[in-house]
């Protein structure tokens, strides 16, 4: 190799001068700053002659306005370790034939593949032609430059250097864009992940925190101060931030309102950050107070990427908003198996109406001083792929959550009015459908379109089908709510609040809605048993009931004895395993049937 890089030397010292150099750069000379950091390249080549010459050749010189910083490296292992420590290099020099004949395009493999460096360029050298790697792995390594040691004169090597210094620009302006928030300067989502994904990666992740930080009712903020002002919070918040986190922390906006922190575990602390938003934030003229909530997530309980970090960021953000806003918690692993337990759920539950895995038992509903069967509510039942029941308390919320609802709760419907449209023709014509509506299907606006069809489609009279809403449902929006039952009503569907005394609800709204029938919940029924002072919330329930001119049902029925109770308390009617569990269709018909004959005309 001695001769080549002989050869080497000869060529670039043989030409040009500084001058030339400089004549051949095309950028503007006069706003030079001594502030801009120099361009930093690494020349690898096991030739300290090289190093000499290439060095000697690009002394002084200035390219886009920066001046040039040399970092040496004399074998691959070398290099490595200067691309793992040092930042910001935009040109690797590279020998292709160093210790072994393949040295150099190894490591610009290494550099690409597993250091994932994909921004520095990368210029190869060679002393003869015949070494040059194979199209595809210039393509592939995204290699700049490909020559030979004697193509590469002094102008040569500048203009080389120029066009790698000038493309590497290019793509850190385009990560810029990629990678940062213009609003707040900040690192944006994508470059937070990646600079998780790096920390993961140098395996220092012991003792590091990540935290995304929610400012509280940031969209009412927004609406009601104007998207300007808006922004401006946006910056004071980020610059509070900035301010007061330590050197080490990373800071990053990645989302609307959200923000992204990272710091060794100990640096990090919730409190102190959620401290920062008592005082006031300058907002042009105004001062403007808001909250924090900060969801965070130790790196060492991170199970994945970087992407895995911030969803388990959030979740524990998503926990602590419930909780309470302007608080945090911190991610533990049980709420990752939820969430995952949640998502397995959610795939079955997707599959679960095309695999016949879906079906709809009926609970009978009974008058208490007749004894005599009035309806039935109908209850969704999923069997699972390995036969088993999921409790509808999982699997219900999850789908509302999803809106797999809204085409379950239709299905739910029309089968239920059919079922009764079945029961009627069999001869037990006064029967009643009771059906469980939830608040995402009662907010879709195809809601009462579907409920007509239903009617129409099965032919059942509209009175004997009846809706169930949540008593938290029926105190909702007031106007939407009562606009909706209003239009239920008028159809002939009566109207019934289940779980009646577990919600907040304000009486006078409740006087309002043109609701039939009050369902009196299971904890109350089941609290008949035990001897409370100052009376039975149940008996409250009747009461209510009665001077607002409506029904009372109590669910959770399961002995004589509260079904007397509640009688005495002058209850309407009752359901609850004293009389049936929720049967499947046809075993519903056989309890009929063995109960009370249908009335044959
Ligand atoms: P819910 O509407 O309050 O239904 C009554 C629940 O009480 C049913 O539970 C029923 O099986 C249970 N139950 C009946 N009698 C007794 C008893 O004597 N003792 C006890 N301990 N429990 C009794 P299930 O079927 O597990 O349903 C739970 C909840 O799931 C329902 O509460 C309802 O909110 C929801 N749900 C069920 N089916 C549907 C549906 O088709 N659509 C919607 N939106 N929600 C549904
Ligand atoms: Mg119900
Ligand atoms: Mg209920």
Redesign the pocket.
């Known amino acids: 190799m001695q001769n080549e890089s002989m050869h080497y030397l000869n060529a670039i010292e043989s030409t040009g001068d500084a001058d030339e150099l400089l004549f051949a750069e095309d950028e503007r000379q006069d706003d030079l700053s001594p502030t801009r950091p120099a361009w930093r390249l690494l020349i690898v080549d096991d030739e300290p002659d090289v190093h000499r010459a290439t060095t000697f050749a690009l002394s002084g010189v200035i390219i886009m306005d920066r001046s040039l910083e040399f970092l040496h490296a004399y074998s691959a292992a070398q290099a490595i370790e200067i691309l793992k420590q040092e930042k910001d290099i935009a040109v690797v020099l590279l020998d292709v034939v160093m210790e072994r004949e393949h040295a150099g395009l190894d490591l610009v493999k290494t550099i690409r593949e597993e250091l994932h460096l994909p921004e520095v360029r990368i210029i190869l050298r060679t002393g003869q032609p015949g070494q040059a790697p194979e199209i595809e792995t210039i393509h592939d390594y995204d290699i700049n430059d490909y020559k030979t040691k004697s193509e590469l004169t002094r102008t040569k090597l500048f203009a080389t250097i120029t066009s790698a210094l000038r493309a590497y620009r290019q793509i850190r302006a385009l990560d810029e864009l990629a990678f940062y928030d213009p609003l707040s300067r900040l690192p944006n989502r994508n470059r937070f992940i990646k600079l998780i994904d790096e920390q993961l990666h140098h395996q220092k992740i012991g003792d590091q925190m990540i935290a995304i930080l929610d400012i509280d009712d940031f969209a009412e903020v927004n609406d009601a101060l104007g998207h300007q002002q808006g922004d401006r919070l946006l910056q004071a918040v980020a610059e509070r931030l900035r301010s007061n986190l330590g050197s080490d922390a990373v800071l990053a906006r990645i989302g609307g309102d959200t923000f992204g922190l990272m710091d060794k575990l100990d640096a990090l602390d919730p409190a102190g950050i959620l401290d920062l938003f008592r005082d006031p934030f300058a907002v042009l003229d105004d001062s403007m107070v808001v909250s924090a909530t900060l969801g965070l997530v130790r790196l060492s309980d991170v199970r994945g990427d970087g992407l895995d970090a911030l969803k388990d960021a959030n979740i524990a953000l998503k926990r602590a908003k419930r909780k309470r806003r302007g608080g945090h918690v911190v991610f533990s692993n049980e709420m990752g198996f939820d969430i995952r337990e949640r998502v397995r759920l959610l795939r079955g539950l997707r599959t679960a109406a095309d695999n016949d895995q879906l079906l709809i038992v009926y609970?009978p509903q009974i008058r208490l001083d007749t004894g005599r069967v009035v309806g039935m509510?109908?209850?969704?039942r999923w069997r699972d792929g390995e036969g088993s029941f999921v409790?509808?308390?999982q699997f219900?919320p999850l789908a509302e959550t999803s809106g797999l609802?809204v085409g379950l709760?239709d299905w739910?419907l029309r089968t239920a009015c059919q079922e009764l449209g079945r029961l009627q023709a069999l001869g037990w014509a006064d029967l009643r459908m009771s059906v469980?509506?939830?608040l995402i299907q009662f907010r879709h606006p195809g809601f009462l379109d579907k409920l007509r069809s239903a009617l129409q489609d099965t032919g059942i009279e509209p009175a004997r089908l009846e809706l169930?809403i949540t008593e938290s449902v029926a105190m909702e929006d007031a106007d939407f709510i009562l606009e909706t039952l209003t239009a239920i009503k008028a159809l002939g569907v009566s109207i019934a609040i289940?779980?009646f005394g577990t919600g907040y609800s304000s009486l006078s709204q409740l006087r309002q809605l043109p609701v039939d029938r009050l369902k009196i919940d299971?904890v109350f029924v089941r609290e008949l048993s035990r001897q409370i002072q100052g009376g039975h919330i149940a008996a409250m329930v009747v009461e209510l009931g009665r001077s607002l001119g409506m029904t009372v049902i109590a669910?959770?029925?399961?002995d004589e004895q509260q079904a007397q109770t509640l009688q005495a308390m002058g209850c309407h009617e009752a359901?609850?395993?004293l009389y049936a569990h929720?049967l499947p269709a046809t075993e519903l018909q056989d309890w009929l049937l063995a109960r009370e004959k249908p009335a044959l005309h």
Do not use: T
């Open positions: 609970q509510e109908a209850l969704l409790p509808p308390d219900i609802i709760g739910v469980n509506v939830s169930e289940d779980d299971r669910e959770g029925v399961e359901q609850g395993f929720a």
